[in-house]
C-alpha cells in the first residue's frame, strides 16, 4: 500500500525509501524513524512479500527495507525478484534473527546492510545514508559473525545450506516448540504445507523425528538456549 502523504517530486526530495514488515506496529514505528529525517521519506509500504516486490518493481525507491520473515515470499525471495528489474537498488534486511545464517544469506543474496529489530531505532537512518551513499552497513556485531563464520569455513559446508530460506524458518520454529498450526498461521501457509516443510528437513538432515530437529537446530545456534 503505497503512502501518498508526500509525492515524488524528483530530485531534492530526499531518499525515497519503501519499508516492508508484516507486522503493523513495526511498520508504522519504521515509517515515524524515517520520516523524521528532512532528507528521507516513505514512498511505499508493504505487509507481505508479494506486496514488496510489486511495489518495487512499480515505483523503484533508493532504498528498500525488507523483514527477512515475512508471509509468502520471505525478504531474500523479494531481494532475488526485485534485483531481476533493478539490479542496483540497495536493500537493507530488517530481522529478528541475529544467528550467522541468516547474517551470511543476506550477505550472499545481495543486501547492502543488515539490522536487528533491536536496534533499529538507532541504526536505520544511518544504514539508509550510507546505503543510498554506495556503502554497506554492517553493524560490528554482524561484522564479527561474518569474520567468525567465514574463517571456520561454515560458508559452503554447513549442513544448513541445504535449506531453503523458508525451510530454516519452520526448523526454527519446531525447535522453539511451536506447533504446525502456529508455524502455518504465521505465514500464512496451510498446515498441510508446513508438515511438508518438516518432512522435508528430516529427510535433507537426515533426522528422524522433531527432537533431533530440536537437537540441530540447537546445535547449530539457531535457537538461543
Same mark, same amino acid.
Given at each position: 500500500?503505497?503512502?501518498?502523504?508526500?509525492?515524488?517530486?524528483?530530485?531534492?526530495?530526499?531518499?525515497?525509501?519503501?519499508?516492508?514488515?508484516?507486522? #503493523?506496529?513495526?511498520?508504522?514505528?519504521?515509517?515515524?524513524?524515517?520520516?523524521?529525517?528532512?532528507?528521507?521519506?516513505?514512498?511505499? &509500504?508493504? *505487509?507481505?512479500?508479494?506486496?514488496?516486490?510489486?511495489?518495487?518493481?512499480?515505483?523503484?525507491?533508493?532504498?528498500?527495507v525488507i523483514d527477512i520473515s515475512m508471509p509468502g515470499y520471505d525478504g531474500l525471495?523479494?531481494?532475488?525478484?526485485?534485483?531481476?528489474?533493478?539490479?542496483?537498488?540497495?536493500?537493507?534486511?530488517? &530481522?529478528?534473527?541475529?544467528?550467522?545464517?541468516?547474517?551470511?544469506?543476506?550477505?550472499?543474496?545481495?543486501?547492502?546492510?543488515?539490522? #536487528?529489530?533491536?536496534?533499529?531505532?538507532?541504526?536505520?537512518? $544511518?544504514?539508509?545514508?550510507?546505503?543510498? #551513499?554506495?556503502?554497506?552497513?554492517?553493524?560490528?556485531?554482524?561484522? $564479527?559473525?561474518? *569474520?567468525?563464520?567465514? *574463517?571456520?569455513?561454515?560458508?559452503?559446508? #554447513?549442513?544448513?545450506?541445504?535449506?531453503?530460506?523458508?525451510?530454516?524458518?519452520?526448523?526454527?520454529?519446531?525447535?522453539?516448540?511451536?506447533?504446525?498450526?502456529?508455524?502455518?498461521?504465521?505465514?500464512?501457509? *496451510?498446515?498441510?504445507?508446513?508438515?511438508?516443510?518438516?518432512?522435508?528437513?528430516?529427510?535433507?538432515?537426515?533426522?528422524?523425528?522433531?527432537?533431533?530437529l530440536s537437537r540441530f537446530a540447537f546445535q547449530h545456534n539457531l535457537v538461543e538456549?
Amino acid at each position: 500500500m503505497s503512502r501518498q502523504d508526500r509525492p515524488d517530486t524528483g530530485a531534492g526530495s530526499g531518499i525515497k525509501v519503501v519499508l516492508a514488515d508484516d507486522h #503493523s506496529i513495526v511498520l508504522e514505528g519504521l515509517c515515524r524513524i524515517v520520516e523524521d529525517n528532512e532528507d528521507m521519506y516513505v514512498l511505499a &509500504t508493504a *505487509s507481505n512479500g508479494e506486496e514488496a516486490v510489486r511495489v518495487c518493481r512499480q515505483t523503484p525507491p533508493d532504498v528498500a527495507v525488507i523483514d527477512i520473515s515475512m508471509p509468502g515470499y520471505d525478504g531474500l525471495e523479494v531481494m532475488r525478484l526485485v534485483h531481476e528489474q533493478h539490479p542496483a537498488l540497495p536493500v537493507i534486511v530488517l &530481522t529478528m534473527h541475529e544467528e550467522d545464517q541468516y547474517i551470511l544469506r543476506a550477505v550472499r543474496s545481495g543486501a547492502k546492510g543488515y539490522i #536487528s529489530k533491536r536496534s533499529v531505532s538507532e541504526q536505520l537512518v $544511518e544504514a539508509i545514508r550510507r546505503v543510498h #551513499s554506495g556503502r554497506h552497513y554492517f553493524p560490528e556485531e554482524v561484522m $564479527e559473525a561474518l *569474520s567468525l563464520s567465514f *574463517s571456520q569455513g561454515v560458508e559452503g559446508d #554447513s549442513p544448513l545450506d541445504r535449506l531453503s530460506m523458508r525451510e530454516l524458518q519452520v526448523l526454527r520454529l519446531l525447535a522453539m516448540g511451536r506447533t504446525n498450526q502456529e508455524i502455518a498461521e504465521q505465514y500464512h501457509l *496451510s498446515v498441510k504445507t508446513v508438515d511438508t516443510y518438516r518432512l522435508r528437513l528430516l529427510k535433507k538432515l537426515n533426522l528422524r523425528n522433531n527432537a533431533e530437529l530440536s537437537r540441530f537446530a540447537f546445535q547449530h545456534n539457531l535457537v538461543e538456549i
